[in-house]
C-alpha cells in the first residue's frame, strides 16, 4: 500500500455492545512483509474507532544495549538477520516472540472495543519460525529449541490469545513494490523468494489449513483482498470496513448451546 495520505473520512456505526466474555474482541491482522498491515490498522482505527496493537518492530530495530557492552555496537537484530539469515534466524525470532510477549495489551473486561493487533505469537511460530525450517536457516534441533522458548512463554497465557484472525491476502510481487517503495532501510537486502517463501507459508495456514493445531484450526479467519489501494479507494475502505465490523461482531455474539 501507498504511504497514508489523510483520506477522505467515512464512518460506520459500531455496534453497541461487544459481548464476547472478555468485554472485548481482540482480532490479530496477519499477512506477508509489506502487505499493508500496518496502513490497515491505521484506517480501521480512524474509520472505524478500532483499536490499534502496532508490532513492537522498533524493539528490534533500535535494541537497547546492555551496560557492560560498548553503547556503539550495532543494535539493530532487524538488519542482522536480514543481512545473514541462517546466522540470524534463531537469535531473531527468539526476541521477536520475547518482545512481542513483553509487548501485549494487558486488557481487562472494562477495556471494551475492537482490538487489532499487528500480527501475533501463532505467526511467530506457523510462519517465521517453520519457514526458518523449511528453508534450512534454523536446523531441526534449534527449532526444536524455539518451539520449546515459544511454548513457555505463550501456552496458558491468555494475554497472547486472540479471538480471530485477520488475513491480508495480497501477492508477493505486489508486496516487493510495496517494499521498495517504503525503503526501509533494513530492508534493502530482502529478496524476492523470501517474500515468496512468507507468503506460502500464509496460504498453507489461512487457504490450505496445513498441519495447524486444533486450538488454531477452530478459530474464525476473515480473508481481505489487500491487493488495492485502500487509501484512495473510498468504497473499498467502506467495504473493508464494514466486513471487520461484521466479522468482530459475529465472533462477539453469544454461544447459544443447542438442547
Known amino acids: 500500500m501507498s504511504p497514508v495520505r489523510s483520506p477522505k473520512k467515512i464512518r460506520l456505526d459500531m455496534p453497541q455492545a461487544w459481548l464476547s466474555s472478555r468485554g472485548y474482541v481482540k482480532l490479530a491482522v496477519e499477512g506477508n512483509i509489506a ?4 496502513t490497515f490498522l491505521k484506517l480501521m482505527s480512524e474509520e472505524g474507532g478500532l483499536k490499534m496493537c502496532p508490532e513492537p518492530v522498533i524493539d528490534w530495530t533500535h535494541i537497547k544495549l546492555d551496560k557492560e557492552v560498548d553503547q556503539g555496537a550495532e543494535n539493530n537484530l532487524l538488519a542482522k538477520f536480514y543481512d545473514n539469515p541462517k546466522r540470524w534466524a534463531l537469535t531473531f525470532q527468539n526476541y521477536a516472540i520475547f518482545s512481542r510477549v513483553k509487548n501485549q495489551p494487558k486488557l481487562e473486561f472494562e477495556d471494551r472495543g475492537v482490538y487489532l493487533c499487528e500480527r501475533s505469537v501463532f505467526s511467530d511460530r506457523l510462519v517465521f519460525g517453520r519457514n526458518g525450517l523449511k528453508t534450512n536457516i534454523m536446523t531441526p534441533l ?6 520449546k522458548w515459544h511454548s513457555f512463554l505463550t501456552d496458558n497465557n491468555s494475554e497472547t490469545d486472540v479471538d480471530g484472525f485477520i488475513y491480508l491476502r495480497c501477492s508477493p510481487e505486489i508486496c516487493m513494490k510495496r517494499l521498495e517503495k517504503r525503503g ?26 496445513l498441519d495447524l493445531p486444533e486450538n488454531i484450526r477452530q478459530k ?13 479507494d473510498l468504497e473499498q475502505r467502506r467495504k473493508t470496513l464494514k466486513e471487520v465490523l461484521d466479522f468482530a461482531g459475529l465472533i462477539s455474539k453469544p454461544k447459544v448451546s443447542g438442547c
Not at 502487505?35 to 500496518?38: F, I
Not at 526501509?184 to 489449513?209: A, C, G, M, T
Not at 474464525?220 to 484512495?232: A, E, K, R, W
Open 184 to 209: 526501509r532501510e533494513e530492508e534493502d537486502s530482502v529478496p524476492q523468494d523470501y517474500l515468496d517463501q512468507i507468503n506460502d507459508r500464509h496460504e498453507e495456514w489461512f487457504i490450505k489449513k
Open 142 to 147: 534449534e527449532y526444536s529449541l524455539y518451539c
Open 220 to 232: 474464525p479467519t476473515l480473508v481481505v483482498d489487500c491487493s488495492g489501494d485502500l487509501i484512495n
Open 35 to 38: 502487505a499493508g498491515k500496518s
